[in-house]
Every structure is written in C-alpha cells, then in structure tokens.
C-alpha cells in the first residue's frame, strides 16, 4: 500500500511541476488616425489611443481610453486583433511570445478621415 502511495504522489508531483501551460503576455496600445482631415505642416496630428476589444486566439482583454491593454497568454504565436467603434478597421499584428515573457506591440487602426 506504501508503495502505491508513493508512486502516486511522484506521479501528482511530476503533473504540477514544470508545466508547459507557463504563462506569457502580450502588452500594448491600440492607436487611430488619421485625427485631423488636412495635414498642415508645423501642425501635428499625432495617431490617438482609443478604446478596443483586443484579442488573440481564445483570450481577450478591453484597451480603455488610453488604448492600453495586456492579455496573459500560454506561449506560442498569435494574431492580435482589436475591433473599435471610433475605427473603420484595425490592422493585425503576428506575435510570438516565450514562456515568462512579455511582448509589446502597437496596433494601428484607421479612422477612415481622408
């Protein structure tokens, strides 16, 4: 009985240590523009932060209104997509991320002012 006892804690030990689940993160800031419908040099019109629903795979966070946002992820290679009412479309980015790693990445989105 001992020894089936200690051949199943080694197995339970053996499960929970070194899993290949080590988490990672995918961090950064979801950008528009153009902002301003006639460029004028001397004047900027910087890209702005906005707020958007940030995905990768099967996880998925909400930039606020500083377009940030950070998604903890297994490790592996994904297509980051973010979805805005303030943005006709957003331009995915292909990311790989290691274990115990954290990426960052900016996603541009148009605005659709021309």
Known sequence: MR???AVL???AAA???GSTDASAVIEGVVLAGPQCPVMQ???PCPDEPIPAEVSAGRYSARAGADGGFS???AP???EVTATSERA???DPQRVTVAPQAT???TISCDTGIR
């Open 3 to 5: 020894a089936i006892l």
């Open 9 to 11: 804690a080694i197995i």
């Open 15 to 17: 499960s929970c240590g």
């Open 41 to 43: 040099q001397g004047q």
């Open 71 to 73: 998604l903890e992820v």
């Open 76 to 78: 592996g290679t994904y």
């Open 88 to 90: 006709m479309s957003c």
């Open 103 to 105: 990426t960052t990445i």
